[in-house]
T-cell receptor, first 117, second 117 residues
Framework: GENVEQHPSTLSVQEGDSAVIKCTYSDSASNYFPWYKQELGKRPQLIIDIRSNVGEKKDQRIAVTLNKTAKHFSLHITETQPEDSAVYFCAAPRGPILTGGGNKLTFGTGTQLKVEL | DTEVTQTPKHLVMGMTNKKSLKCEQHMGHRAMYWYKQKAKKPPELMFVYSYEKLSINESVPSRFSPECPNSSLLNLHLHALQPEDSALYLC????????????????FGSGTRLTVV
């Protein structure tokens, strides 16, 4: 099955600085890599994702990079703001996502990001 | 409608009780999931339904019994639970497989916070 490792477990940055969270995965057939943000007491929300045929994807202050050879992907948040404070989870499917069967995501252990004023 | 609705939001039950958690989505997603999340931990997959059929059971104890009555509804029937089953139970839905131009990620519900006493 898929094994997803995530680092660091906690990250504290000053407002305006950048934050980077890294994940590695084990299944070379995995083809889809989402990132979720979970605020305290709330549901995980998809913030960005990337497919394996792309090396980088950006959405305003958030970007994800993927290195298929090394089997790792990273979340980059620029110009951090206090509202970015949350737990961030990476995830990877167990094997490729194909038609049928649903998307069997395994989540990383999470990174508690704290943006300080 | 871009939401997954879960009821109830909170549930306290005794170890001899029978209760059900409910999940509903109207996004046309044909894959639905139950995840269990303990405090400060990532979501852990329990069940996957694809086209209303159970496609994955992650060796979940039989005291948890899922049901998918139609493409919009997902239930989780609970019976004879243990205190260690106390957790946040998250329902999610997604497209089945990866299509061109289709969003791939899960949409999570807000969860049911279950306490077994």
């Amino acid at each position: 099955g898929e094994n997803v490792e995530q680092h660091p477990s906690t990250l504290s940055v000053q407002e305006g600085d950048s934050a980077v969270i890294k994940c590695t995965y084990s299944d070379s057939a995995s083809n889809y890599f989402p990132w979720y943000k979970q605020e305290l007491g709330k549901r995980p929300q998809l913030i960005i994702d990337i497919r394996s045929n792309v090396g980088e994807k950006k959405d305003q202050r958030i970007a994800v990079t993927l290195n298929k050879t090394a089997k790792h992907f990273s979340l980059h948040i620029t110009e951090t703001q206090p509202e970015d404070s949350a737990v961030y989870f990476c995830a990877a499917p167990r094997g490729p996502i194909l038609t049928g069967g649903g998307n069997k995501l395994t989540f990383g252990t999470g990174t508690q990001l704290k943006v300080e004023l | 409608d871009t939401e997954v609705t879960q009821t109830p939001k909170h549930l306290v039950m005794g170890m001899t009780n029978k209760k059900s958690l409910k999940c509903e989505q109207h996004m046309g997603h044909r894959a639905m999931y139950w995840y269990k999340q303990k405090a400060k931990k990532p979501p852990e997959l329990m069940f996957v339904y694809s086209y209303e059929k159970l496609s994955i059971n992650e060796s979940v104890p039989s005291r948890f019994s899922p049901e998918c009555p139609n493409s919009s509804l997902l239930n989780l029937h609970l019976h004879a639970l243990q205190p260690e089953d106390s957790a946040l139970y998250l329902c999610a839905s997604s497209q089945v497989g990866m299509g061109v131009g289709t969003p791939d990620g899960y949409t999570f519900g807000s969860g049911t916070r279950l306490t077994v006493v």
